[in-house]
T-cell receptor
């Protein structure tokens, strides 16, 4: 089944404890993105990747890192999480630049 | 600041009626436009994409794009209770790059 997977689906952590949210897609898509979704603010793009080793900042990159060492994986790293990073996070992949996106199931993160 | 605005909701329509969802965007250079549907607690799923001025129809859904007016809309004919969801407008703000801006969403309720 073609899909985007994210792990973990739910995570409660404390301020400053480094964490990684994994994202993997099995559709051989070159283009991948991370978003956060907050009430009243909608989906905001954090980072995106156009290819292996090619990443760029979206609208809200502060406090996040990404890497793209393999085509299928695009992990999101929070080096020192803070409570304002409490949010619902979505990973997405796309078969073409600027094209339709396929979203993962989401990761609900709470930072205490 | 690249912005995407949607008509504020919630929007309520009776079953069988036409639901009209609107979206405006600020970046005149935008080239690709998308409508996603998001059920509560779920990830966004693609409904329609549109790239050229005019109408694009897919079943009960019609997307309309007017680049001169920087306006894109989604019409849902014969609305069903299962259409009740939040509809997200997304705009690719750099010509065929991977930078997307989403609107805040319009919540649609279809009343039986």
């Amino acid at each position: 089944e073609a899909q985007v997977t994210q792990n973990p689906r739910y995570l409660i952590t404390v301020t400053g404890k480094k964490l990684t949210v994994t994202c993997s897609q099995n559709m051989n898509h070159e283009y991948m993105s991370w978003y956060r979704q907050d009430p009243g603010l909608g989906l905001r793009q954090i980072y995106y990747s156009m290819n292996v080793e090619v990443t760029d900042k979206g609208d809200v990159p502060e406090g996040y890192k990404v890497s793209r060492k393999e085509k299928r994986n695009f992990p999101l790293i929070l080096e020192s999480p803070s409570p304002n990073q409490t949010s619902l996070y979505f990973c997405a992949s796309s078969p073409r630049p600027g094209g339709e996106q396929f979203f993962g199931p989401g990761t609900r993160l709470t930072v205490l | 600041q690249k912005e995407v605005e949607q008509n504020s909701g919630p929007l309520s329509v009776p079953e069988g009626a036409i639901a009209s969802l609107n979206c405006t965007y600020s970046d005149r250079g935008s080239q690709s436009f998308f409508w996603y549907r998001q059920y509560s607690g779920k990830s966004p799923e693609l409904i329609m994409s549109i790239y050229s001025n005019g109408d694009k129809e897919d079943g009960r859904f019609t997307a309309q794009l007017n680049k001169a007016s920087q306006y894109v809309s989604l019409l849902i004919r014969d609305s069903q209770p299962s259409d009740s969801a939040t509809y997200l407008c997304a705009v690719n703000i750099r010509n065929y790059g991977q930078n997307f801006v989403f609107g805040p969403g319009t919540r649609l309720s279809v009343l039986p």
